[in-house]
C-alpha cells in the first residue's frame, strides 16, 4: 500500500511543526540544532525535514522568515491605531513596540546571525524569497503607518520603520553581552555598557519617533 497523498493543509502542518520545534531548540541552545534533534523534536523521521528544507540554511531563514512575520503580524493593529498627531504619541508607540520585541522570541538572535548564514550555502532562490518576503512586510506595514498620519512622500512609512528595525537590532548587537563578559561590567571604566536594553529601546525609538514626526 502506497503512502497517503498529503492535502496542502497537511503540509503546510507538518512544515509549522518542524518551525516550531526548531525554534524551541534554538532558543534552548542558542544554535540553530542538528536535522536529526528538530526531526526528533517534532516527532518526524529525519527524512522528512529534507522534503520541506534542503539545507540546514534554508531551516535558519525559514526561522527567521517565520519571526519577522510574526512581528509584522502583530504591529499591524498597533499602526493601525496609532495617531501622532495626539500628544505622547510617539512614547506609547515606543512602548508597545519594545513590548512586541521582548515578546518575539528569537527573533534579534536569528537576525543578527542572518547576513553570515545567508551568505554561506543559501540557494540564491531562497535568498532572494527571503528579501522578497521582507521588503514585502515592511512595505505593508509601512502603509498602515501612512494611512494614520499627515500626507508625506510615498515609502516614507516603511523607511522609518526600516529606521527603527536598525536601531533595534544595533542596540541589541551593542548591549548583548554573555554572562562572563557582564561580569566584567562591574568595573568603572566599563559601566556605560552596563544597560537595560529594552530601556535603551524604548527611549531611542520614542526620540526617533518623536524627531520623525515634528
Known amino acids: 500500500m502506497g503512502r497517503p497523498v498529503l492535502t496542502e493543509q497537511d503540509r503546510e ?19 540553530l540544532p542538528p536535522v536529526a534533534d528538530i526531526a526528533s523534536a517534532a516527532g518526524l523521521a529525519k527524512g522528512t525535514v529534507y522534503l520541506y528544507f534542503r ?19 502583530a504591529l499591524a493593529p498597533l499602526l493601525t491605531a496609532l495617531d501622532m498627531d495626539q500628544p505622547g504619541a510617539a512614547a506609547r508607540f515606543a512602548r508597545a513596540y519594545t513590548q512586541l520585541v521582548r515578546d518575539s522570541g528569537d527573533l534579534l538572535q536569528l537576525a543578527a546571525l542572518g547576513n ?12 532572494q524569497r527571503f528579501k522578497l518576503n521582507l521588503a514585502q512586510g515592511m512595505t505593508q506595514a509601512g502603509a498602515l503607518l501612512e494611512q494614520g498620519t499627515r500626507a508625506r512622500a510615498p515609502g516614507w512609512g516603511a523607511t522609518l520603520l526600516l529606521q527603527t ?15 562572563a563578559l557582564r561580569a566584567l561590567l562591574q568595573q568603572p571604566a ?25
Request: a negative charge.
Open 55 to 73: 539545507t540546514k540554511e534554508e531551516i535558519f531563514v525559514a526561522l527567521l522568515e517565520d519571526s519577522f512575520a510574526q512581528l509584522f503580524t
Open 190 to 214: 566599563l559601566r556605560v555598557l552596563e544597560r537595560d536594553f529594552h530601556a535603551e529601546l524604548e527611549a531611542a525609538v520614542e526620540r526617533l519617533w518623536s524627531a520623525a514626526f515634528n
Open 116 to 127: 553570515t548564514v545567508l551568505e554561506k550555502n543559501l540557494p540564491l532562490e531562497a535568498m
Open 13 to 31: 502542518q507538518r512544515r509549522r511543526v518542524l518551525l516550531d520545534a526548531a525554534h524551541r531548540l534554538y532558543r534552548e541552545r542558542n544554535t
Open 165 to 179: 528595525y536598525g536601531l533595534t537590532l544595533g542596540l541589541w548587537q551593542a548591549l548583548d553581552f554573555p554572562d
